[in-house]
């Protein structure tokens, strides 16, 4: 077990180098340069000053080998379109907001998308299994932004329940303006475990080891709580590192609409800026939170599963 | 294994059709004989309701695209006599509500909803159809080498993909479109097709390996049939069930994101309609006219809900196996 924890964390350095190479290639396709597109007439002696202290007269291997070194030192770097701020101040303002949405978007999903499942599996073909997977069908089909402007739409204008807009200041307050887009994020996650929660549950269900437990007179309760529901939250588990993914997408979007100034947001404004800095700290970012979250649901699979171990 | 919803709504066992080819194929040049397994799968199928439902509503929303806009300036469908150009600008027209002049209504330009929506489907789905079809190309010749080579070569094309899936979707699509410099229909495609190619590739790894120690494999080995032989004769054909699944559960997320790309103001942009931009264009004055942002969110939703249930109802009848566990 031991060994296969070393050699998964030990796995992920290359891997993260590769993701930051990517990326960083990939920014350097891009036309265009942040110093080019100032209204001012910048003296050329000023572009070449500026581009030697962002190294842009190096070759790209340089660079490359500048940004990893500033990346394993948490240093990302200045912004370059706003000048007194570095990307790391950017992150710092914006990313407890955006981590807050995102862990309350898979709380909605956990409390609510969890035991629908679990419901909907235990009464198949029922009327609550009916409605559960209709819903679902629904939150899977529906964009979350149209889901975020119905709600800010019919609670937030017509019944003036809730703010439309803003976020609470600090990480720990909590207020009604968390409680929309929490949920309009949400929803897609929670349509997820439902189904796949159902979907284990009802695999698990048909296994020999269930039918024997219920053979061997073990009572139902205990059936379910002790064989059937600890072997069907394994892929809840295991789905949360690709939904991270469709979370922090969502998150783009969400603020974008909800105003709230997380990491989304300055992303979309970086990218018309052609502020380089800010999109590539933030694509490295959270692909390195993804990688992250690969290896802890790797490892976390093989805790629960131990088959999985040999074979990786 | 990480698992995105796309993988995970596949069969894990390949589907029927290894088995049923392999009784016809006593010897490998022989024709495949495919039809029973197709009609079998196409009267279970035909047995799921809500995928017959599905589909039904899927091609009547891809005629309603392609078919009004060019019907739509014949006089006399509806009651008027007007032609109705889709980017036609009429502020004389501007939100008149629902009628049978505009069963869809306007928008704050006085243009008609209808004929718009269909127009943005237009580029909307053929995105969609555009992008798939590129992520199945890549996927299918990705995977297949991968899968079909095995060993380190298998091992290091993994890897890779493993830190390509580490990339958050919709950044890399967006960097994807900085680099292209524009944002029109090509650029979009390309895009979403670099941004998402990965699962695609997996699959069909992962299919090409469970078919590769099939019996009919070996025993076309043995009777000594080229790889490329053995690849196009024996594995990819028997992929295709798995592949035209894949189509239902790449739509979805191409078309969704599309809108999403479209709706912050990264992708299509107005005045070119598409469901995305035409969202874009309701969000300013939704609190007063939410049906103008609402009418292309609702045509996204239904399409991508019935490219769910189509890929369901595809999935149970192509291995009946999944049925009762789905």
Redesign the interface.
């Known amino acids: 077990m031991t060994t296969f924890i070393i050699r998964r964390v030990v796995w992920t350095i290359?891997?993260?180098l590769?993701?930051i190479l990517?990326?960083f290639l990939?920014?350097k396709?891009?036309?265009g340069n942040p110093f080019r597109h100032t209204e001012r007439n910048v003296p050329a002696s000023i572009q070449r000053n500026l581009e030697r202290k962002f190294h842009l007269d190096r070759p790209w291997y340089v660079q490359y080998a500048y940004y990893v070194k500033g990346v394993f030192t948490l240093d990302l770097g200045p912004s370059m379109s706003q000048r007194s701020r570095t990307v790391n101040d950017i992150v710092r303002d914006g990313f407890p907001r955006s981590l807050k949405l995102g862990l309350l978007a898979y709380l909605w999903a956990i409390v609510f998308g969890v035991p629908a499942g679990i419901l909907a599996a235990l009464r198949p073909n029922s009327i609550f299994d009916y409605f559960a997977m209709l819903f679902s069908?629904?939150g899977?089909?529906?964009?979350s932004?149209?889901v975020a402007?119905?709600l800010i739409?019919y609670v937030s204008?017509r019944a003036g329940l809730v703010p439309t807009s803003g976020w609470p200041a600090s990480f720990w307050s909590f207020d009604s303006r968390v409680i929309l887009p929490s949920f309009a994020l949400g929803l897609f996650p929670m349509a997820?475990f439902a189904r796949?929660v159902r979907?284990a549950m009802?695999?698990t269900m048909?296994q020999d080891y269930v039918r024997t437990a219920k053979a061997k007179g073990l009572r139902y309760r205990r059936v379910i709580g002790l064989h059937v529901l600890r072997n069907s939250l394994i892929?809840a588990v295991?789905?949360t590192?690709?939904?991270l993914?469709?979370i922090?997408?969502g998150t783009?979007?969400i603020e974008?609409?909800f105003s709230i100034p997380g990491i989304g947001r300055y992303?979309?404004n970086s990218?018309s800026n052609r502020d380089y800095s800010v999109?590539l700290g933030?694509?490295v970012l959270?692909?390195?939170i993804?990688?992250i979250a690969?290896l802890f649901?790797?490892i976390m699979y093989g805790v629960l599963d131990p088959r999985t171990r040999e074979a990786r | 294994m990480a698992v995105d919803r796309r993988e995970a709504a596949l069969p894990t066992a390949p589907p029927a059709v290894g088995a049923g080819a392999a009784v016809e194929e006593g010897t490998a040049g022989a024709p495949v004989a495919q039809t029973s397994l197709w009609r079998d799968a196409w009267h279970r199928y035909l047995r799921n309701k809500a995928a017959v439902a599905a589909a039904a509503v899927f091609i009547l929303m891809v005629l309603y695209c392609l078919i009004i806009p060019g019907f739509w300036k014949i006089p006399g469908i509806w009651t008027s006599l007007k032609d109705y150009d889709p980017n036609e600008v009429d502020f004389s027209q501007s939100y008149v509500g629902f009628s049978l002049d505009h069963p869809l209504s306007t928008d704050k330009f006085g243009r008609d909803l209808f004929a718009r929506t269909a127009v943005g489907g237009q580029i909307s789905i053929a995105i969609g159809f555009a992008a798939t079809f590129f992520i199945l190309v890549i996927g299918v010749v990705y995977g297949s080498i991968s899968g079909f080579l095995g060993g380190k070569v298998d091992n290091a094309m993994m890897r890779f993909l493993d830190a390509l899936y580490g990339l958050p979707y919709l950044p890399f699509a967006i960097i994807t479109l900085a680099i292209i410099g524009s944002q029109n229909f090509l650029a979009m495609t390309i895009a979403l097709t670099i941004a998402s190619w990965f699962t695609a590739a997996r699959i069909v790894r992962g299919q090409v390996i469970t078919l590769k120690e099939n019996d009919y494999v070996r025993a076309a080995k043995a009777v000594g049939a080229r790889w490329y032989r053995i690849l196009a004769r024996h594995l990819l054909p028997n992929t295709l069930g798995v592949l035209i699944i894949a189509i239902f559960l790449e739509l979805p997320g191409v078309v969704l994101g599309e809108a999403f790309l479209s709706f912050i103001g990264l992708g299509i942009n107005p005045p070119t309609a598409s469901w995305g931009s035409m969202a874009q264009d309701g969000r300013e004055a939704y609190r007063l006219h939410p049906e103008v942002l609402f009418i292309p969110c609702l045509a996204i939703a239904t399409l991508v809900m019935c490219a769910n249930f189509i890929a369901d109802g595809m999935r149970d009848a192509l291995d009946p196996r999944t049925r009762e566990t789905g």
Do not use: C, W
């Not at chain 1, 899977?140 to 964009?143: D, I, K, N, S, T």
């Open positions: 290359p891997v993260i590769l993701v990517m990326t990939m920014m396709q891009i036309k069908s629904i899977f089909a529906l964009p932004f149209f402007t119905l739409y204008v997820y796949l979907g009802l695999e048909q892929p295991t789905a590192a690709p939904l993914g469709l922090i997408t783009f979007v974008f609409i992303f979309i990218v999109v933030i694509t959270t692909s390195i993804i990688v690969n649901v790797d």
